[in-house]
């Protein structure tokens, strides 16, 4: 038997893909039919809860007798309103980040002295291992900077003086030098990507010590290294408001499975990177970037609300940009009234818009913010709050700060890391079994036969 050419192998595996779509399938009644949990969610969409913990809390309205009803949303870091968090760095005129890591990953607030002492840590772990730029991020450089995390994540494995043991110090450890590492790699990579891909300048700047996650980023991405700091500012808060998000979001349970498992730190960050990757949890904000510049194509005048509308509804008959029927950054699977961090991110945005001069383009994510629940309210009978996610103005905010797509995914996992690493520190020390549920077999029992008579 010779060996095929490559029009002959996509050709067979087309053929053999099409018999997976008749014996993947599984009736959507039988879900009904046997009480199973599509996606791990009820009727009504909320989680099927799978655990406790500790970090995180998410409250999509307000409880009353018991049940919940429509209100603001809410999101409690370690029992702490994250409003009450926000204003209160805000107000003192500090960055926000390292003091939600400490918060996150040790369960309460540092004094000034554990929170400096702190900072110096974290960023004294930014440097790489030597050679590891040119060695791993350098070397086959991919136009994915999520794929290009995963893989340097692994092989910092090889570089680690005890990567297996999963004692508690030891993982703390490797957290931390990952939380401090993730932005030198993301940069990097990117850097790497523009250069062998793009065929534009390379420059690798070294990491600063005394700057902030937040301008440690910016400053790494700039040719010229400068950044204002209402930029820095913007940027610091959203990497505050992804930093954590309950227990149950794709990519910190998948660190939950993974890290039941026993494995290694690396394989657990890794695994999460593949999750967060994916468009339906990490890649939103681009699609809402997208999804707005197809808007200022195609409607006119942005300041008329009828033909901003029209779009919005062509959106939903899939007629408009992807054909997908959605209209990206509204909606979310826990919070209806309103996301907290999109109404914090949003009371910022309009400076950083007002420094940047895009004023048009803010008010034209305000007019889409106040028409979509309207429009979706009338053609898709939902009664159901439909607010703005963060997602809806964080696309926007790392537009202004002239961050390139590439990036969008990777800052969330820059910040979503400190999360990570609390989760997998609470599986470790509160759970002793391996995560397994269970599936409901549904396929019915066949007869075999001998291959000569199939």
């Not at 009353?64 to 809410?74: H, M, P, R």
């Not at 980040?97 to 004294?124: A, H, W």
């Not at 008959?317 to 907290?340: N, Q, T, W």
């Amino acid at each position: 038997m010779g060996e095929w050419n490559r029009f002959a192998i996509e050709s067979k595996i087309e053929t053999l893909a099409q018999i997976c779509r008749t014996n993947y399938h599984i009736a959507p009644e039988l879900y009904s039919k046997y009480d199973v949990k599509r996606g791990l969610r009820d009727i009504n969409g909320k989680g099927v809860v799978a655990g406790l913990t500790n970090i995180s809390q998410i409250i999509p309205g307000v409880e009353i007798n018991g049940e919940t009803q429509l209100g603001d949303g809410q999101l409690l870091f370690r029992g702490y309103h994250i409003e009450d968090l926000v204003n209160g760095f805000i107000s003192e005129k500090r960055f926000g980040y390292e003091e939600t890591v400490y918060l996150l990953l040790f369960g309460q607030l540092p004094n000034k002295t554990q929170l400096d002492e702190f900072s110096t840590l974290l960023r004294s772990c930014r440097t790489l291992p030597p050679s590891f730029t040119r060695d791993v991020i350098m070397k086959s450089p991919s136009d994915d900077m999520m794929n290009t995390l995963a893989k340097s994540v692994l092989a910092l494995y090889s570089y680690d003086h005890n990567p297996n043991d999963t004692a508690i110090p030891n993982v703390l450890r490797q957290c931390i030098q990952l939380i401090a590492q993730f932005p030198s790699i993301a940069v990097y990579g990117y850097q790497a990507f523009r250069y062998y891909k793009n065929d534009q300048s390379l420059f690798l700047h070294q990491p600063d010590p005394t700057l902030s996650p937040a301008e440690s980023i910016l400053s790494l991405l700039r040719a010229d290294q400068k950044y204002t700091q209402l930029e820095a500012k913007l940027l610091d808060l959203a990497l505050v408001l992804h930093a954590e998000h309950g227990g149950g979001n794709n990519s910190t349970f998948t660190v939950h499975v993974v890290s039941s498992s026993g494995t290694d730190t690396y394989s657990t960050m890794a695994a999460a990177l593949g999750s967060l990757k994916g468009p339906k949890h990490g890649g939103a904000n681009i699609k809402v970037v997208q999804m707005f510049d197809d808007i200022k194509t195609h409607v006119h005048d942005w300041r008329d609300e009828e033909e901003v509308a029209g779009y919005l509804r062509a959106l939903l008959h899939k007629e408009a940009f992807d054909r997908s029927g959605l209209i990206y950054g509204m909606g979310h699977a826990v919070y209806s009234h309103s996301d907290p961090r999109a109404t914090i991110l949003r009371s910022f945005v309009e400076q950083l818009a007002d420094e940047k001069r895009c004023h048009e383009e803010y008010a034209l994510y305000a007019t889409v913010e106040r028409l979509a629940p309207e429009v979706i309210a009338q053609e898709r009978r939902i009664y159901k709050g439909v607010c703005a996610n963060v997602d809806f103005y964080s696309g926007l905010v790392y537009r202004m700060l002239d961050l390139p797509n590439e990036l969008f995914t990777p800052i969330f996992a820059i910040s979503r890391i400190a999360g990570w690493s609390a989760h997998r520190l609470e599986e470790l020390l509160g759970a002793s079994k391996i995560i397994r549920p269970a599936y409901r077999a549904v396929q019915e029992w066949q007869t075999y036969k001998p291959i000569a008579e199939r």
